[in-house]
């Protein structure tokens, strides 16, 4: 009788002190009715090294994306050879918990397989080269995993800022041509699977206005694209949930859906070339010479208070738009594993912290379906 008090006693304490270690629902259960909830993996996540992070993923989450095992120098490191190792690992890991398997990517100038644009002599290939070796790559990595992986990045960020296309290689051998090109070769290797077109910094006016003539363009001809994906990485200042609320319907009102694919949001202050440094510095009350690095040690409370409430504004804004939302893709599982956190500028970007605990915006999000 003793012990039953005790512990309820604590129990009662550490609820009304707010010490809450895990999440009512998980939060493809709370969100469910919206959109699938998605993370990427990397590899220690895939091969199951990790007991603890894989409990989390299967409670919290339905859908994922590889980070980098199906990117071509991984998938594809020589023209004759194919490293399926750790791609048939992920969709294994998927599709054994449940999760719905997405895939990532088939054309992407970074990370990109050295021999695949160039010759013996390191020159450019012909554009007939380039297209033949782009079908045989989509035909062969889409033909593996027909019927399992659900959808594609089929391009991954061939626009600047401005709206220029970004000057690749494949758009220096092949122009703007290159991406209906690789939008009819992966239909081609799987006509039932979903094909992205996916893009970072989906809030600048130049980018956004170049997608919507991409995915008009596609459509005239005839070509599937089944949704933008808008790589959601985000920080306290930007983007405006405005503007990429209104963006968003514009490039739906296409017929098209939008998955957020690489969600994560820098908790650090933003430093551009342009900023006045030493003013945003006294503004936070940091050290000028601190600011690459300004929490080293945690973020101090009023700024975990105002990530957290902007974290759940936009969330908020992704399910009042789920007419439209097909998936929001966390990139990354905790704070230690994103690839915005490093010893030097150490950030915390991501739902979970180090130790996988949930962070406040999570328990708000499973606590209120």
Not at 185 to 212: F, I, S, T, W
Not at 232 to 243: E, F, L, S, V, W
Request: hydrophobic share 35%; net charge negative; with cysteine.
């Amino acid at each position: 009788m003793k012990k039953t008090f005790l512990f309820c006693v604590t129990l009662l304490v550490a609820v009304c002190c707010g010490h809450q270690e895990t999440s009512p629902l998980g939060l493809k259960d709370a969100l469910g009715d919206d959109f699938l909830v998605g993370v990427a993996l990397n590899r220690t996540q895939i091969l199951s090294l990790d007991s603890k992070a894989d409990s989390v993923i299967k409670f919290h989450f339905n859908a994922a994306e590889p980070e980098n095992c199906m990117k071509s120098e991984a998938i594809h490191p020589e023209e004759d050879r194919y490293d399926w190792t750790l791609a048939d690992s992920y969709v294994d890991y998927c599709t054994g918990r449940g999760i719905t398997p997405y895939g990532h990517v088939l054309i992407w100038h970074s990370q990109l397989s050295p021999w695949f644009c160039v010759d013996e002599n390191g020159n450019d290939v012909s554009p007939e080269v380039l297209k033949s070796r782009m079908k045989e790559h989509i035909t062969t990595v889409m033909t593996r995993y027909k019927g399992r992986i659900k959808g594609w990045d089929v391009v991954n960020e061939a626009i600047e800022d401005d709206g220029s296309w970004r000057q690749s290689p494949f758009y220096r051998i092949l122009g703007e041509e290159f991406i209906p090109l690789a939008f009819q070769y992966a239909h081609e290797a799987d006509p039932d699977c979903e094909l992205y077109y996916n893009d970072y910094g989906m809030h600048h006016p130049g980018r956004h206005k170049r997608v919507l003539e991409l995915v008009s363009m596609l459509k005239d001809r005839g070509l599937r694209i089944d949704a933008v994906g808008f790589q959601g990485h985000m920080g306290m200042d930007y983007p405006d949930i405005d503007t990429y609320e209104k963006y968003m319907r514009e490039v739906a009102n296409l017929g098209v859906g939008i998955c957020i694919t690489e969600w994560d949001m820098s908790a650090l202050p933003t430093i551009t070339s342009s900023a006045d440094v030493a003013e945003l510095a006294k503004s936070l009350g940091i050290a000028p010479e601190n600011m690459l690095n300004p929490y080293p040690d945690g973020l101090p409370e009023d700024i975990s208070r105002q990530w957290n409430s902007r974290v759940e504004e936009f969330f908020g804004m992704f399910r009042r738009n789920s007419d439209i939302i097909r998936r929001v893709n966390i990139w990354g599982l905790n704070d230690s594993s994103s690839w915005k956190s490093t010893p030097r500028r150490r950030d915390y970007p991501l739902l979970f912290d180090d130790n996988y605990s949930p962070k406040d915006v999570v328990i708000s999000l499973t606590s209120n379906k």
